[in-house]
């Protein structure tokens, strides 16, 4: 029998799931690949409404392979408007979103020929996945419109959900169409009317990209943006600078405590010279997962609840050309940053109010807007989600979250999801961002390689090993 394996998602994780397959597999397979829109391999992030959405990270360190680090340097350089460039400057330039998705869709399309020559059978299916049923003979896909289909084995790579809801009294209120629940989408910046400001909750990389799509849409208007914090979003400084000192300070036994008092010390000493928490930050990325998997449930609460903004500011951080944009629209008043909750919404024939409470000036305060843009950020309790898959199979007890529902629970060894005995489905995976509650850092392309082709390991080891024929 020929293993017919599923893939949940059609983004990054999910097709490089499917090109390691096609890539490493010697004998036949049967794949299909799941997406509920077309653009398989951009997903999300990678088709954006406009070009100037740029990559969070420099063009050297977005190679879709982890055994091959320049292939999207290379790829890039090969193209006739780049080759002329210095590869240097290249590198370490952060380029367009959607190049990005070509880059990706170039990939997706020279493994389906190679996949030909394989005899591997690739179908590409756009729908959504409402259930998964894991039977005797294999896992069951239900469809929103397709009939059903039996595989052998899943893999889950759904990706980022969109932001949840504020929670205000008013629940009507989001179903109005000046509310958009979705910041990825163009219509939030499209059709707009400068007259009237506008509000975006949250002020992390994705309000950057609704500036960015409303001033290319010529909103010249006041926009407000209200977060817990409202911390300044940074930009990237001291490019190129590297500080590990403090990485020989740090073990595996150590507490929270421990560790923010050794970054403390750090961020002390190298603010003596000028320069800033972020280099410290950056170094503790290869060691970040293992750390999180260190802390207690306790810690890891209190590093949600007091320290993951302050992380999140040092860690994502935008272009120095982009920020400068973002500062002059706050000197020109034009850009308001408040620190704040949100009371509630209403929305009349004279506008929106909004009702919020200011953290600074420790007051009630009220706002007269055109739209909502909701830009807190991919959700991670799909139990709250609406009509949501991953909160089906939670419902249906197939999937269950970890102690702080930032994700699924996962044995990240092999990459399979846990059942409710902490037992294994040996046959269902996930990866990306339904791990971040086992691993943290688990959403940029920098993880997403490594568990993509570890994933195609792992199931043709076992196709091998289940099957005699297939050695
Ligand atoms: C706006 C944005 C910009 C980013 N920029 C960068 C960057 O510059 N560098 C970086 O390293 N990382 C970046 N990231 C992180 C990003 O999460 C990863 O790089 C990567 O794109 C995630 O891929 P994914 O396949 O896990 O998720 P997604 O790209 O979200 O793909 C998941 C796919 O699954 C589909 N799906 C979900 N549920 C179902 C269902 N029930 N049935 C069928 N299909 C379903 C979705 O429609 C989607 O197409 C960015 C993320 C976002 C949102």
């Known amino acids: ?20 397959l096609i890539k490493k597999t ?52 090969s193209r006739p408007s780049f080759r002329d460039l210095p590869k240097d400057i290249v590198s370490s330039s952060f380029l367009s979103r959607n190049l990005y998705g070509d880059y990706l869709c170039e990939l997706w399309q020279e493994s389906i020929k190679i996949a030909e020559e394989k005899e591997i059978n690739v179908v590409e299916l756009v729908d959504t996945v409402i259930k998964l049923t ?10 929103l419109n397709s009939p059903s289909i039996k595989v052998d084995k899943c893999v889950v790579a759904t990706g980022n959900q969109i932001p949840k809801n504020p929670s205000i009294p008013n629940l009507p209120f989001f179903k109005s169409p000046n509310y958009f629940q979705n910041p990825w989408k163009k219509e939030c910046v499209g059709d707009v009317n400068s007259s009237r400001p506008i509000l975006i909750i949250g002020n992390g990389l994705t309000m950057v990209d609704t500036i960015l799509g409303l001033q290319d849409h010529k909103f010249k208007g006041e926009i407000y943006s209200i977060s817990p914090n409202g911390f300044n979003i940074l930009p990237h400084r001291h490019t190129g600078l590297t500080y590990q000192a403090h990485l020989e300070e740090i073990h595996n036994k150590m507490s929270l405590k421990e560790l923010t008092s050794v970054i403390h010390k750090h961020v002390k000493i190298v603010r003596q010279f000028g320069v800033s928490a972020e280099p410290i ?30 992380f999140g500011v040092a860690r994502h951080r935008i272009p120095l050309h982009i920020y400068d944009k973002i500062q002059k629209l706050r000197i020109d008043g034009l850009l308001h940053i408040q620190s704040g909750k949100i009371i509630d919404i209403t ?44 909160g089906q199979c939670i419902h249906d007890g197939i999937f269950y979250q970890d102690e702080l529902k ?9 990459f399979k999801v846990k059942s409710k005995d902490g037992m294994e489905h040996s046959n269902l995976f996930t990866l990306g961002s339904n791990l971040k509650g086992e691993l943290w850092e688990s959403t940029a392309v920098n ?6 082709n ?8 076992e196709e091998n090993f289940i099957d005699g024929s297939n050695k």
Not at 406 to 414: A, F, K, P, S, W
Request: hydrophobic share 40%; charged share 25%.
């Open 281 to 310: 930050i950056d170094a503790l990325r290869p060691h970040t997962q293992r750390i999180w998997r260190n802390l207690t449930v306790v810690e890891k609460q209190f590093f949600m609840s007091r320290l993951r903004h302050l």
């Open 1 to 20: 029998m020929i293993p017919r394996i599923g893939i949940i998602g059609g983004g990054f994780a999910g097709i490089m799931t499917a090109v390691n």
């Open 134 to 143: 894991n039977t005797e003979d294999g896992i069951e896909l239900s469809f």
């Open 454 to 461: 570890a994933i195609a390991d792992i199931i043709l080891a």
């Open 447 to 452: 993880e997403l390689r490594q568990q993509a």
């Open 347 to 390: 929305e009349t024939d004279r506008g929106i109010d909004v009702t919020y409470f200011d953290k600074k000036q420790r007051k009630t305060q009220f706002l007269k807007v055109s739209r909502v843009i909701n830009c807190t950020g991919p959700e991670t309790d799909f139990s709250k989600l609406e009509n949501n898959f991953l």
């Open 406 to 414: 930032l994700g699924i629970q996962t044995n990240v060894e092999n």
């Open 26 to 77: 010697t004998t036949p397979l049967e794949l299909y690949i799941i997406g509920e829109r077309s653009n398989f391999a951009r997903g999300t992030a990678y088709e954006s409404y406009l070009d100037k959405h740029i990559l969070n990270v420099t063009t050297g360190k977005m190679s879709a392979f982890p055994d091959q680090p320049s292939h999207f340097l290379d790829w890039v350089m």
